[in-house]
């Protein structure tokens, strides 16, 4: 007897927990959590009119979020502002230290280019990607364990298109995941599903550089068992994919243990502008 | 503005808190991520918020409005549409389920079954995620990220309290 009303009780708590409104709930939590199941369904459809209206609403959250988080990005900005003041004569000192010959380093640049365009000339090799670069406004930045993501305020209406590379000056940061009418997602290179073709120059050996969740570096996978690759080395992109274009410095290489890491050239906390390729 | 305005707007804020502080975190993924050894790690704010008022005081927190922060949160951390929803409406129907069970709240009590709610909650989305939508996610990270979460609440459901005390005091005054 006692069994079964403890029973009756404990159904009655489930019953009234899911489908009892609450004094000022205009919806069961049933109901909701059926509409939550179609909503996930519709997951499935990557395009028509309700891809339409996912990216609408992508954009609003987006902008909304921009509104939201101003005052935080304010805040944070300043401060790092505040950081990069205080270390402005530490690095001073570093610089001097490197005694860069900035001048001769440009024009031995200038020598290579022009070098480089004239043999590829002799063998008609085509340049395949497109150099075009649009500049974009970081909107916000997203960096939690499950994801390395930067929004910008560009989307679909500007001509960018999924898997493309952007940059950060001319350094490469990451690739397109996500585009809709007048936003789009950036998957950082730091992020754990990020993987791009690279190439590491002197040696010319090709790896994949595989994202470890961490801001700083990241790993460098399917290298050569026989390789000439050293520290100081410097990765680029390889193109190989054909969509992302080639030679875009990333990061130099280092060893931990002997396993080889590339250092990321760009702070992907300090990202503010973004050129994006068109 | 005169000091009965401040008031006014203090009072709402007070009374809208939950509900604020709800969308505040839906909508700039505020999740204080941190490291350790060597591994990223962060808390998850809004599973305190939704199972605290939930089970104290439901008729702060729409189920709707929860309904719509997952949406926002799914947008902003580029999950599956509707996974966050689920998530939120189901620790809603634990701590609904809790609070129709029990005579003499405890924070004890209300502390193992935020546990025992977020080791569910976390389980049901890492499946989804993975089985359904093939998501690289790692179900060390996630089970860590939501024992930290456990481990703070009731840090969390002090503050709560103190909260929900101000704003009582507040109806009882009006």
Known sequence: ????????????????????????????????????????????????????????????????????????????????????????????????????????????????????????????????????????????????????????????????????????????????????????RILLASDLNSKIPVIIEPSGANAIMSGLGKNDYADLEYLPKINKIKEGDIVYTSGVDGIIPQAIPIGKVFKIEEIFFVEFFVDFNQLKYVKVNK | MGQGNIKKIYHSFIHAFPLLFLFFLAFTGFDLSFFLFKNNYSFNFIYLVIFYWVLKKPDRLGYGLIFLAGIINDVIQNFPIGISPINYLLLCSIAAFIRNRTLVPSLLYDWIFFLIAIVIISSVNFLILTMVFEYPIKYGTLMFGSFITFIIYPAFSKLFDQINLIDLRQENAE
């Not at chain 1, 489908?19 to 069961?28: I, M, N, V």
């Not at chain 1, 990216?55 to 401060?79: E, H, L, Q, R, Y």
């Not at chain 1, 075009?132 to 909107?139: A, H, I, N, P």
């Not at chain 1, 560009?154 to 952007?166: D, E, P, S, T, Y």
């Open chain 1, 1 to 184: 007897m006692a069994t079964d009303t403890g029973r009756d009780d404990f159904i009655i708590a489930i019953r009234s927990a899911f489908l009892k409104k609450g004094t000022r709930q205009k919806f069961s939590l049933f109901t909701l959590l059926i509409i939550s199941i179609l909503v996930l369904s519709l997951e499935y459809f990557k395009s028509g009119p309700i891809n339409n209206f996912r990216s609408i609403t992508k954009d609003i959250i987006f902008k909304g979020s921009f509104f939201i988080s101003g005052p935080f990005v304010f805040i944070k900005k300043n401060f790092q502002n505040f950081q990069n003041h205080l270390n402005m004569y530490e690095e001073y000192n570093e610089l001097k230290k490197k005694n860069y010959n900035l001048s001769t380093l440009i024009n031995e640049n200038k020598y290579y280019k022009s070098e480089n365009k004239i043999l590829k000339n002799l063998i008609n090799e085509e340049n395949i990607y497109s150099n075009e670069f649009l500049t974009s406004k970081v909107l916000f930045d997203k960096k939690s364990p499950y994801l390395k993501s930067v929004i910008i305020n560009k989307g679909f209406n500007h001509g960018i298109k999924l898997g493309v590379a952007a940059k950060e000056r001319s350094y490469f940061i990451g690739k397109i995941i996500n585009v809709n009418f007048l936003t789009s």
